[in-house]
């Protein structure tokens, strides 16, 4: 998987980047989390800083053109972005709760 950056733009009063990109992959669209950290690499951030917002793939194609946030730091990110994204970017996840959910399944 391959990654190039189309257009970055600043944006200082979130503190944070806009990034739109281009993913060109061998087989089935990549993962949300896997072009998560993948940006992240090329872009020098950590992980739970960049928040992959959209990713589109032409039926057929092995490109996939898409739209990432990337912030100063998870705090900044959090307070900015909406909850269902933070969750599907797997940002902030609490794993206490999800072992407290499997401990009361168990019982």
């Given amino acids: ?3 190039e950056i ?3 733009e600043e944006n200082p009063l979130l503190h944070r980047t806009e990034v739109e990109f281009e993913v060109e992959h061998e087989d089935a669209t990549p993962s949300r989390l896997s072009v998560r950290d993948s ?11 960049v928040v992959v917002h959209e990713l589109d793939t ?7 053109i898409g739209r990432a946030k990337t912030y100063d730091s998870p705090e900044a990110a959090a307070e900015v972005e ?3 994204m933070l969750e599907r970017n797997k940002i902030g996840a609490d794993d206490d709760g999800e072992a407290d959910a499997e401990a009361e399944e168990a019982e």
Avoid at 39 to 48: G, H, Q, R, V, Y
Avoid at 58 to 64: A, E, L, N, S
């Fill in 6 to 8: 189309l257009e970055q």
């Fill in 39 to 49: 940006l992240a690499a090329k872009l020098d951030k950590d992980s739970e800083e």
């Fill in 82 to 84: 909406h909850e269902h």
């Fill in 58 to 64: 032409k039926f057929g194609m092995r490109k996939t």
């Fill in 1 to 3: 998987m391959e990654i």
